[in-house]
């Protein structure tokens, strides 16, 4: 059996919308919800679609974004600094008129504009997103599903196991900071995956170990890996070189790259070993 996965492009939308509430589904990870009449239309139909966030500069907060044009974006003029990351947008509602998107983040003090933001964030609050521009689609012909992600990566994995039919076997691990994260999964989620949890004070090489214990990976299972892009780089080699699995069977994004800020999670997470 052969996994296929289509991709579809959605027209680039920019909207600035409002803050209309904030919850925390774990005590480090800010739900962020926004509202907003220019949400009408918002499209995301893949699980690990992105849509770029931006923030309001820390030294000013002065939030700058590009605009929408008939020749296409155009960027801002002026002094103002764009400052931009990407989020995986958690969850679209529209009732009665009324739109409004969840996006998860991960809030670490100020040691970056996002978790900044997000950190203090309350209702009344603007800001600007623009995206998704394209979706990849649910895999075609996978009947089992391993996630491996850390907390970054926790929106995509809901949506995985949120958008996934329920004749589909999912295999969870986790790698996170401690305990608290668990709380993050609804019931409901939960039920639907066979999970097991990895703190990162006990040391490294345990999802290695842990994907090398689940044994044989056929070939109607799909892996997607996300987080931290250097750990990600062995479970992708013994994924990809040593079980010699296509790259229709696996997708590895490093979301973001332990030193290094901003890091773009297009490239790819091991340089020295790229897609063939």
């Known amino acids: 059996m052969t996994i ?24 480090s990870i800010a739900r962020i919800t926004l509202s ?3 949400l009408a239309g918002f499209v995301s139909s893949g699980p690990t679609d992105h849509v770029k966030v931006f923030f309001p500069d820390p030294a000013t907060g002065v939030l700058t974004a590009p605009t ?32 409004e998107l969840d996006i998860d983040f991960v809030v ?20 600007v997103i623009a995206g998704p521009r394209g979706s ?43 305990e608290s994260l668990e709380s993050y999964f609804s019931d409901e989620l939960k039920a639907r995956m066979d999970a097991e949890w990895f703190y990162r004070r006990d040391g490294l090489g345990q999802l290695e170990a842990a994907l090398r214990a689940l044994g044989e990976i056929g070939e109607s299972t799909f892996v997607f890996l996300a ?21 229709q069977q696996v997708t590895a994004d490093g979301y ?6 901003n890091a773009d999670h297009h490239e790819p997470i091991d340089p ?4 063939d």
Do not use: C, Q
Not at 233 to 241: E, G, H, K
């Open 256 to 261: 973001w790259r332990r030193g290094v800020t």
């Open 68 to 99: 929408m044009t008939a020749d296409g974006i155009k960027k801002p003029k002026g002094e103002g600094k764009v400052i931009s990351r990407d989020y995986t947008p958690l969850g679209f509602r529209t009732d009665a008129g009324r739109h």
């Open 272 to 275: 020295s070993d790229p897609e």
């Open 36 to 38: 907003g009449d220019e």
């Open 136 to 178: 990849r689609l649910l895999p075609v012909g996978a009947t089992h599903v391993i996630l491996i992600a850390d907390e970054t990566a926790f929106p995509a994995a809901s949506r995985w196991i949120d958008m996934l039919p329920t004749s589909v076997n999912i295999t969870a691990l986790f790698d996170v900071a401690d």
């Open 4 to 27: 296929e996965r289509d991709s579809v492009k959605h027209p680039l939308v920019i909207r600035h919308l409002t803050v209309s509430a904030v919850s925390h589904p774990a005590p």
């Open 108 to 127: 670490h003090g100020d040691e970056g504009p996002a978790s900044a933001w997000a950190g203090k964030a309350a209702a009344g609050d603007s800001l």
């Open 227 to 247: 987080g931290e892009a250097t750990t990600l780089v062995p479970l992708r080699r013994y994924l990809r070189r040593e079980l010699g699995l296509p790259k």
